[in-house]
């Protein structure tokens, strides 16, 4: 069995539920053929996120890791190319943190690029109906810094992982009225997709 891990974030702001987590949740209750599934929900709290996710990823050293977050601007579930080592909060975060311009990890890399099928997922996504794409920013707020501080750990670590972030839209049922969203349904069977093309893929390799 492929070892998964799948992280999301609770509420946070306006958001009082959290797509992503609610995602997590359904995916975890309907399992990942050929994946023993470990989820984790992460606060939206500067590096309290980052370090729960690494420490999870110490404990489940899984093959695969694919991370989950809500892009409000978004219709479609977009697989993130890159993290970027910066933190530069337009809001502030749950904690009251609101840090400009500041590296995730002094003295790291600039950037990483995900390990994930991007191409691929895009593909299954696609062949289902679901609008998908490729995304080149991850953003600079709570998202890419756990996205940034995880493969920056699987780097340094040498750990054998396929790692990468999945931005999804917001929930249609708990959304703002004309805001970019998709519904739940769409959603869970997306990120079923994106997951199960991951471990496919990962389980040719092991």
Known sequence: MTRLLVSSFGPFGPHVVNASAEVARRLWEEGVEGADLVTVELPVVRFDASRLLVEAFDRVRPDVAVMLGIAKSRSAITPERVAINVDDYRIVDNAGNQPADEPIVPG??????????????????????????????????????????????????????????VHIPQMREAGEADAPSMPFADLVRGVAIAVQTAVAERALEL
């Open 108 to 165: 790291g890399p600039a950037a990483y690029f995900a390990t994930l099928p991007l191409k691929r997922i895009v593909a299954a996504l696609a062949a289902e109906g679901i609008a998908a794409e490729v995304s080149n920013s991850a953003g600079t707020f709570l998202c890419n810094h756990v996205a940034y501080a995880l493969l920056h750990h699987v780097e340094r670590t040498g750990a054998p992982c396929r790692a990468g972030f």
